[in-house]
């Protein structure tokens, strides 16, 4: 069977709904071996016109805010909805991804086990280019499996917010009752990505303290709200107690429907793809180029030179691509 009959074979078996096929298509989209890759890639082609009719969700906030018990919540309202859920768990520390996993089966009980929903942790840390390109590429398999709701779950703040941006329609921040605006990445602009901000956990002690954060955020957004084109919805929920979890999920597929309707969802896709080709032709040549152990050699020895003021920076990337293309004309010749 030829690379391209396989692909072909897997890409029927993972739009038929086998599970397992969409099981090896996602394990050989993150495999960094070469020939995988080769293999992923050939899978894709045959993928791509299936894919794109879903909602991205990305759901980001700090470690512990309650992502997993929120996508639960929501995933199980929009199954009684007849929506086909997917949850991609990515963990940018391959670390404390295991960790992870155990808590996101444990917080998903329910779409743990229903039938039209597919839970898949990603540990990402291994990945250069971190949530990227490789969760985009799962995310184009779900949707060719028939999943029509995709969550994306990212731990962090800040630039993971902004990754995951990159590959989702709307963005949910989850933000604790309380927690400084420093350390939940307001004052560095990051809740600038999001189009629902969610201060979690407004139920027993922390009810009012939720409450009254959520008050600040909208406040605090309010005042640089000219400054942006759309201004992100402020709420105060319970992911533990169902409380505005209902809301959530209209304000989500209410958003959705704009965005359809005015094409702002075309424009915003074809942004991130473009965006995706660039991260891609980055991660290409940072591939080619560094793959072989003597352009490794070069790099550190470059390194070495701009640590010590030898060199400038600019001067040591010139040589080296100058090295890299001799090498690569040598090869040739
Ligand atoms: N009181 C209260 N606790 C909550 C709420 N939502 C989640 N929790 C609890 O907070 C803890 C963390 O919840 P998770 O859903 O695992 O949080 P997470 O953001 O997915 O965590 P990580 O994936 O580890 O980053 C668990 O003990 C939950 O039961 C809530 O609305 N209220
Ligand atoms: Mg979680």
């Not at 929120?70 to 295991?98: C, F, N």
Request: with cysteine; aromatic share 4%; net charge neutral.
């Amino acid at each position: 069977m030829t690379i391209n009959e396989e692909g072909l074979l897997l890409a029927n078996a993972i739009r038929s709904g086998d599970r397992s096929a969409l099981a090896k298509g996602i394990t050989l989209t993150e495999s960094t071996l070469i020939e995988d890759r080769k293999r992923a890639d050939n899978l894709l082609l045959e993928i791509l016109p299936f894919s794109g009719k879903s909602h991205r969700i990305g759901v980001t906030g700090l470690p512990g805010s309650g992502k997993s018990t929120l996508i639960e919540q929501l995933g199980v309202k929009a199954l009684d909805m007849g929506y086909k859920v997917a949850v991609l768990a990515v963990d940018p520390s391959s670390e404390k991804s295991r960790g992870s996993i155990l808590g996101d089966k444990t917080r998903m009980t329910s779409l743990a086990v229903h039938p039209d929903a597919f839970i898949r942790p990603s540990p990402s840390g291994s990945s250069r280019t971190g949530i990227g390109n490789r969760t985009r590429e799962c995310i184009y398999l779900c949707e060719a499996a028939g999943f029509d709701f995709l969550f994306v779950e990212t731990v962090g703040v800040g630039q993971v917010e902004l990754e995951v941006s990159e590959i989702c329609d709307i963005v949910l921040l989850l933000l604790l009752p309380g927690a400084g605006d420093e350390l939940q990445g307001m004052k560095r602009g990051s809740t600038e990505s999001a189009d629902l901000i969610l201060v979690n956990k407004a139920d027993g002690t922390t009810k009012s303290s939720a409450q009254i954060t959520a008050s600040d955020y909208q406040n605090a957004l309010n005042l640089v709200s000219g400054l942006r084109t759309r201004a992100a919805d402020v709420m105060s929920i319970s992911a533990l107690e169902n409380l505005g979890t209902t809301e959530v999920l209209n304000k989500i597929i209410g958003l959705h429907q704009k965005q359809s309707n005015t094409g702002e969802i075309k424009t915003l896709r074809s942004k991130q793809c473009r965006n995706w080709l660039w991260r891609s032709i980055k991660e290409v040549i940072e591939e080619s180029m560094l793959g072989g152990v003597s352009m490794l050699d070069i790099i550190l020895k470059l390194e070495k030179d701009v640590t010590l003021g030898h060199i400038t920076g600019r001067i040591a990337a010139q040589r080296f691509v100058d090295q890299y293309l001799k090498s690569v004309s040598e090869h040739k010749t």
